[in-house]
């Protein structure tokens, strides 16, 4: 007689979950980090192979330029260096090549107001002197406003937190003055001030000022008194305390003003520069529309960003440096 066990069916080897999980992600990185530079390539085959609608200029141009990002990507993608913006990489390109199709080749947005991306790329490379020139201009007059009202902010803000009498005469000022939004004040500040671009600053400085006052006063008040007691005990005399234990202790409550401090003096600056201040992204920006430029508007947009970003960017490399001591505890 045969043995019940000789009829047994074999067990199947089902896969573990945890493998079967890990197998998805690394298809999916595949896919993300192998997607990007094919994606480039072929927003590039249809810009060279697909005749355009109309004569645009720089069209060879920005086919070229998509091939070339597209084999960098491939290069990165084979080195490995090319990981959490592959998907990024992927999108950018798949949407460069959507808008390309749909207004360069089949022109279903109206013209002039909505371009094509090789009428961006013939404003970079043929107007690209005045661009820079406008953001040289705008970088001077938005330093000169933030710079100047954030350290005027700080101080503000450590004089209210340490001191009953100032935060009683200056407190209701704030109050008065601090919520209104600078733009409300351009005309005033143009009548007052001869300078338009000293006007420009001056707007600036109290859109970065107001912030970074409370949030320093705000840190700062909430220092534990503990930490001035024991100072004090060690002879420490007020310089000490507010340079060594308030202004350490309230430079995270700190940097969150002047993040948004540095946003609302990026809004004045173009404000101004449109309004009265005839230099800058913004007065360029002006005289695209005037002359129907469009292209030239949308680049100096895209500049804009470009300049917004670099200085938030460098504006976090600075707060990780100087609150390294805190790093486990930073959360944004």
């Known amino acids: 007689m045969m ?34 530079g094919p994606a480039w390539l072929l927003a590039a085959l249809v810009t060279w192979k697909w005749p355009d609608a109309d004569d645009f200029p720089a069209t060879n141009q920005f086919a070229a330029l998509l091939a070339a990002v597209g084999f960098f990507l491939i290069v990165l993608a084979a080195i490995g260096r090319l990981q959490n913006r592959a998907p990024w990489a992927l999108v950018l ?12 080749k089949l022109l279903l947005l109206p013209r002039p107001f909505f371009g094509t991306p090789q009428d961006l790329l013939d404003v970079f490379l043929t107007d690209w002197k005045r661009l820079g020139d406008s953001l040289f201009h705008s970088l001077l007059l938005l330093a000169g406003g933030y710079v100047s009202g954030s350290i005027l902010g700080i101080i503000v803000g450590v004089a209210l937190g340490r001191s009953h009498h100032i935060r009683y005469w200056v407190r209701p000022i704030m109050r008065v003055i601090g919520p209104l939004p600078p733009v409300a004040l351009l005309p005033l500040a143009f009548v007052v001030i001869p300078s338009t671009r000293l006007a420009g600053e001056a707007l600036m400085a109290l859109a970065a000022g107001f912030p970074v006052a409370v949030l320093t006063w705000s840190g700062v008040s909430a220092v534990d008194p503990a930490y001035y007691d024991v100072a004090r005990t060690m002879g420490a005399r007020n310089r000490f305390l507010v340079l060594r234990v308030a202004l350490p202790a309230a430079t995270p409550q700190i940097f969150v003003g002047l993040f948004m401090g540095l946003g609302a003096s990026f809004a004045m600056l173009v404000v101004a520069e449109m309004l009265g201040v005839k230099s800058g992204l913004g007065f360029y ?38 609150l390294k001591w805190q790093k486990d505890g930073l959360k944004w």
Do not use: I
Not at 8 to 31: C, E, I, Y
Not at 296 to 316: D, G, I, P, Q, R
């Open 3 to 36: 043995s019940e066990t000789s009829f047994a069916a074999p067990q199947s080897q089902s896969l573990n979950p945890s493998d079967a999980t890990q197998t998805r992600v690394l298809s999916r990185s595949l896919f993300w980090r192998w997607g990007a």
């Open 285 to 322: 920006m002006q005289w695209a529309q005037g002359w129907a430029a469009y292209p030239n508007m949308y680049a100096a947009l895209c500049v804009m960003s470009l300049m917004c970003t670099t200085l938030m960017t460098l504006l976090f490399k600075v707060r990780d440096h100087l």
């Open 93 to 104: 390109g798949l949407g460069l090549g959507v808008w390309e199709t749909v207004q360069a």
